[in-house]
C-alpha cells in the first residue's frame, strides 16, 4: 500500500539557522520558509535527489509540534511521510486492521496542497506517520 519515502520531518528550534544548516554546510537545495496556520507550523523544504527533509518550526499559540520542541530542545526526527495512491482507501484499511488515526480520521490538506494523515505513532513502532495521497 505505501509506496515512496515522500519525506522524514524534523523539528527545529531555529528555522533560519537549520535551513542555512542544510544549504550551506550540506549543500542541499532548500524552498523557501512556508507558513502553515491550519497546521499550526512553518515549514521549509530541503530538497534530495531521492526524497525531502520537511524542516517542521512551530507557529502560533497551539502548535502541535510545540510540546516536542519542549521536550527536545535541540530538535529531532518528528515523522516520516509516505505516499499513498488513494488516501481514503488507505485509511479504511488501517482503520479496518485496528490501526487509529490521529484527529476526526479524515485527511486534511498538507505541506504540498495534498490530502494528508497521520497515524497513531503507538500503533506503528513508535514512529509518527504521515500518509500523503500523491
Ligand atoms: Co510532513
Known amino acids: 500500500m505505501i509506496g515512496r519515502l515522500n519525506h522524514v520531518a524534523i523539528v527545529v528550534p531555529d528555522l533560519s539557522a537549520a535551513t542555512a544548516l542544510y544549504r550551506d554546510m550540506l549543500g542541499a537545495t532548500v524552498s523557501i520558509e512556508s507558513a502553515l496556520p491550519e497546521h499550526g507550523v512553518t515549514t521549509v523544504f530541503v530538497e534530495l535527489p531521492n526524497s525531502k527533509i520537511e524542516l517542521l518550526h512551530p507557529l502560533g499559540e497551539n502548535s502541535p509540534i510545540q510540546g516536542y520542541l519542549d521536550k527536545n530542545p535541540s530538535g529531532g526526527v518528528h515523522h516520516l511521510c509516505y505516499e499513498v495512491a ?49
Open 86 to 134: 488513494d488516501i481514503i482507501a488507505a485509511r479504511d484499511k488501517l482503520v479496518s486492521g485496528g490501526a487509529r488515526i490521529l484527529g476526526d480520521g479524515e485527511p486534511r490538506t498538507g505541506a504540498h496542497g495534498k490530502p494528508v494523515l497521520f497515524l497513531h505513532p503507538k500503533d506503528f513502532c513508535g514512529t509518527l506517520i504521515e500518509l500523503e495521497e500523491a
